[in-house]
């Protein structure tokens, strides 16, 4: 991560008055760092509509949702996640100029809990799985709440101790643009995170003026200049923004790539004799945002317009959309991104355009016979993950695989990396050993399991027919996974393959980071279990069909008391385990099934600070991790 270069603190307000020109110079020319491949997704934190889905302080629970959107962006076959860190005149990182968000922690004077920064999190593991990250902000809102939100705002919010710069507006608070002051507080916002961390961008969103009724009347007087025309000093009031904060960030950080997301109409050609043939909301009047011109002077790395609807519209066809898009960025230098509504897709209605996903499909298909276009970014995680039928497409269009009925995205080791001799078919152990470890002191049952953690979990528990147990720590297990080296889990992860529990991908990869599914857990379970395969798979579940491709297990695994699922009648199949889940899964293929009477005796020894019997796992947390005699 990037080390602070200064503290903005006391000198924030000096820096504010002194404005741009002794904030930062101009970056000379540069390659244009922005990706050619580009496969986003949004991920919202307004309203928690993405991450996190309620506000809490919990570091725990906000590292395991973070964990659960990154790995299921990489699932997807996405290779950047573009994360709302500032939805309004707030923050998602700790801050020397905006509050934390009352989306994240409920409050803008509430950190997370132990230290934890959001965003240092997000861009680790993001690279860890190989994803770009890139910090998404909003410019100039500063409430989506109204007065309420307002009065319960920081006193030493910006907002609240500048509040000549706030302007309101159909019953929220914005950032006047006009204001030179409030345009210097965003660029230096941004190059906060800049500077301070090891992001792969900066992106804005569409929101600039709120609407033509905006009231800045006073504002243009006071700097209006020589501008007779209070449009045309809002457009370079934008454009000043936009200008300045591309070239602050390029100083900051030359391979940080900049870019916005606008709406997707810049002008109708009936207005605008350069615009598009559509007659829809035309942000060069509506927001002020000339984005034809910040193309055609390269002020940004990439644009990636809002193309929110289908091939065919009336008012805003796709397909023109597009190639007008893709017209004004040619020969430009800047990367062009169409940004997807997957929000629409899976209309249940039949003669809906956005039936299903094929709205989507024939999109993707239309993008490639493009040059222009580098990629897109699709609005936005939850919608998209909730949707099965938009995870296998992408994981179809994107390079990852189509998935088969019976076993989608499952690894699949090479025949290769199989010994020679099979080993003896490998059994559970029954004795009552630990087999589940802490860190720090603390056992976060809320966090997800990862491949190389089942792995280890699973290897600990492994004994032949005469109960001995099979692994040995140093022991060489062969194996021929290109990301598996020398690390801790390296010998675990052999040991699985090669007894057939785990296996790798076709890639040659083991992915041992990747955040284990429950479906995926009761499918290594049942590898002990060879009658598990038979039966017509019925679950009992609503979300696990008999043609789920872990059906078998899954049905196996209820039928014995393993697990029971959710009070709605689901199982949650796909839905990452967490570590308190995984136990109660585990110590149920085990016939481990503690209760009072042995429990008592092993609450002493509860090694974890996080864990106490109000905890719903806490009999199964301390049979898994207190080894005792059986009882």
């Known amino acids: 991560m990037k080390q602070f270069c200064k503290r903005f603190g006391a000198g924030f307000l000096l820096c504010l008055m002194m404005l741009t020109g002794a904030c930062g110079a101009g970056a000379g020319p540069r390659e244009n760092p922005a990706r050619t491949d580009m496969k986003g997704v949004w991920v919202s934190t307004v309203y928690n509509l993405d991450y996190p889905t309620k506000a809490t302080t919990d570091a725990g629970e906000l590292r395991r949702q973070a964990d ?17 860190v500032r939805p309004c005149a707030d923050s998602l990182y700790p801050s ?33 799985l190989g994803l770009e990250l890139h910090a998404w902000i909003n410019p100039f809102r500063v409430t989506r709440g109204g007065q309420e939100e307002w009065d319960k705002m920081s006193p030493q919010s910006p907002a609240r101790l500048h509040s000549d710069w706030i302007v309101a507006h159909e019953g929220n608070y914005y950032l006047n643009p006009g204001v030179p002051e409030a345009r210097e507080l965003v660029i230096q916002g941004a190059e906060e995170i800049a500077k301070n961390y090891d992001v792969d961008g900066v ?76 007659r829809g909301n035309q942000t060069y009047f509506t927001a002020y945002a000339d984005t034809r011109r910040w193309v055609k002077e390269g002020w940004l790395d990439y644009i990636c317009p809002q193309i929110y609807w289908y091939i065919g519209h009336k008012n805003a066809d796709y397909k023109t959309l597009a190639n007008w898009w893709a017209q004004t960025a040619d020969g430009t230098g800047v990367r062009l991104y169409i940004g997807m509504a997957d929000y629409q897709a ?40 909730s949707n099965p039928d938009i995870a296998a497409l992408y994981r179809r269009v994107y390079g990852q695989g189509e998935q088969t009925p019976e076993q989608p995205d499952q690894p699949e080791t090479p025949p290769a990396q199989q010994p020679e001799t099979p080993p003896a078919a490998p059994q559970l152990s029954r004795k009552h050993s630990a087999y589940i470890q802490g860190a720090e002191g603390l056992f976060r049952p809320e966090d997800g399991l990862n491949r190389a953690e089942a792995a280890a979990m699973l290897a600990r528990l492994t004994v032949d027919d005469q109960g001995a147990p099979l692994f040995d720590q140093g022991q060489n297990y062969r194996h021929s996974f290109s990301d598996v ?68 297990a899954i049905a196996y695994a209820a039928q014995a008391g393993w697990t029971g699922g959710y009070e709605d009648g689901t199982f949650r199949p796909d839905k990452p385990v967490t570590r308190a889940e995984a136990v109660r899964l585990i110590n149920g293929a085990l016939g481990r099934r503690p209760d009072q009477a042995h ?33």
């Open 68 to 84: 659960e959107i990154l790995q299921g962006s990489a699932d997807m076959g996405m290779n950047a996640v573009f994360l709302q």
């Open 96 to 128: 020397d100029i905006f509050p934390w968000s009352v989306y994240l922690t409920g409050d803008q004077q509430s950190a997370p809990s132990q230290g934890f920064d959001p965003l240092a999190y997000w861009v680790e593991k993001a690279h860890s």
């Open 203 to 278: 992106h804005l969103d569409d929101y600039f003026y709120p609407g033509t009724d905006f009231d800045d009347q006073q504002t243009f007087a006071q700097y209006g200049g020589e501008f007779k025309d209070i449009a045309d000093w809002r457009r370079d009031n934008v454009n000043r923004l936009i200008k300045d904060l591309g070239e602050r960030l390029r100083a900051a950080d030359p391979d940080l790539s900049f870019g916005v997301s606008p709406a997707g109409v810049w002008a109708n050609k009936d207005d605008m004799a350069e615009g598009s043939d559509t």
């Open 346 to 385: 899976g209309n249940e209605k039949p003669d809906s355009p956005w039936h299903g996903v094929q709205a989507l499909e024939d999109q993707l298909a239309l993008n490639k016979t493009l040059p222009q276009v580098n990629g897109e970014i699709h609005f936005r995680y939850q919608l998209m993950a």
């Open 485 to 552: 080296k020398d690390q801790w889990h390296a010998p675990y992860i052999g040991f699985a393959a090669q007894y057939g529990l785990a296996n790798g991908y076709e890639d040659g990869t083991f992915r041992p980071d990747k955040l284990v599914t429950r479906a995926e857990l009761i499918k290594m379970l049942a590898a002990y279990f060879p009658e598990s395969a038979a039966g017509d798979g019925q679950t009992g579940f609503s979300d696990a069909p008999s043609s789920h491709w872990a059906a078998k």
């Open 599 to 631: 429990i008592q005796p092993l609450e002493g020894q509860n090694p974890f600070a996080d864990l106490t019997d109000a905890h719903w796992a806490w009999a199964d947390i301390l049979e898994a991790a207190c080894g005792h005699e059986e009882q």
